[in-house]
């Protein structure tokens, strides 16, 4: 594949085993969304999460390159001062690399909102947002509705998709020049503002017991190393979900657990990606950080 020579192992494991989804589905899945996942990958630290024995086993976070990467693997060696100590990110910058993710049963990718070349300046700013129960799918769809209105107001043109669970992710993209501690202060002072708002349906409380059944508008985020996970990455959940792009106008009517393994890659050869702008888009921080708006 792409000129390398994989060996990919244990292709009838069972992933998703009520789903009788193997680690075969995976690999396949990944190598047919690759002409969409990997633009939002390419030349940006990766960050996965492993699990080698399906989602009903246990998993693991994995920072560094493992042991046995090929020499091929494109690696972006990074100081972490919170580890004190030297990290070999993985950059996935072709199908066979992210091929060779899915063989090590790298379920979920999450890249950085940075890339390698600039990684203290990201090219997004995002809300994740989270209901809790007994808050549903539905209470995060009508207040992303309204978020984008509201960011409308400003003038910021905003990405969603589906987290892959119950929430959604909005994503801001950026002009090149701001550090991380700008952006998470802009998102906070963004966040706050539209709570304060409409508190009867949204918090920024912290406290999982204390949310209320509302939805949890989350702008932490917004810190280096913080990630989501990518646009088309499985999720380690019952019906192999996929965080999903969606253009606005779909948002009215989905049902998140529609995309999954088995549909995305017929959506995408259906309609294309959603998000096929959104890397050449730029806009600056100051559109977040105005005056409160009313909608």
Not at 106 to 123: G, I, K, M, Q, R
Request: with cysteine; net charge positive.
């Amino acid at each position: 594949m792409d000129g390398r020579r994989l060996a990919l192992r244990n292709l009838d494991k069972p992933f998703w085993p009520e789903d009788g989804l193997t680690k075969g589905h995976m690999i396949q899945y990944y190598e047919a969304v690759a002409p969409a996942i990997l633009p939002h990958l390419e030349g940006r630290p990766l960050v996965v999460t492993r699990y080698p024995d399906g989602i009903r086993g246990e998993s693991f976070y994995q920072k560094n390159r493992p042991p046995g990467t090929p020499e091929w693997v494109p690696i972006w060696p990074y100081y972490s001062r919170e580890s004190d100590r030297w990290l070999g990110f993985i950059v996935c910058r072709d199908r066979a690399t992210l091929v060779w993710l899915a063989n090590q049963a790298a379920v979920e990718l999450h890249p950085w909102y940075s890339p390698c070349t600039h990684p203290e300046e990201p090219d997004f700013c995002v809300i994740d947002l989270d209901p809790m129960a007994p808050a549903t799918f539905d209470d995060a769809r009508e207040v992303a509705l309204v978020l984008r209105e509201y960011l409308e107001r400003r003038g910021v043109r905003a990405f969603l998709k589906t987290s892959g669970a119950t929430g959604l992710h909005v994503y801001m993209p950026l002009e090149r020049g701001y550090t991380y501690p700008q952006t998470a202060a802009a998102v906070r002072r963004l966040a706050l503002a539209f709570v304060r708002m409409w508190p009867e349906r949204c918090t920024v409380e912290r406290s999982v017991e204390k949310r209320g059944g509302k939805v949890y508008i989350d702008y932490l985020q917004n810190h280096m190393g913080k990630t989501l996970c990518a646009p088309y990455s499985l999720r380690p959940l019952p019906g192999a979900p996929v965080s999903c792009p969606l253009d606005w106008s779909e948002l009215a009517g989905v049902d998140p657990r529609r995309w999954n393994l088995r549909t995305v890659p017929e959506r995408l050869r259906r309609q294309g990606d959603p998000w096929r702008g959104i890397l050449e888009e730029r806009q600056p921080l100051e559109l977040l950080s105005g005056d409160p708006v009313r909608v």
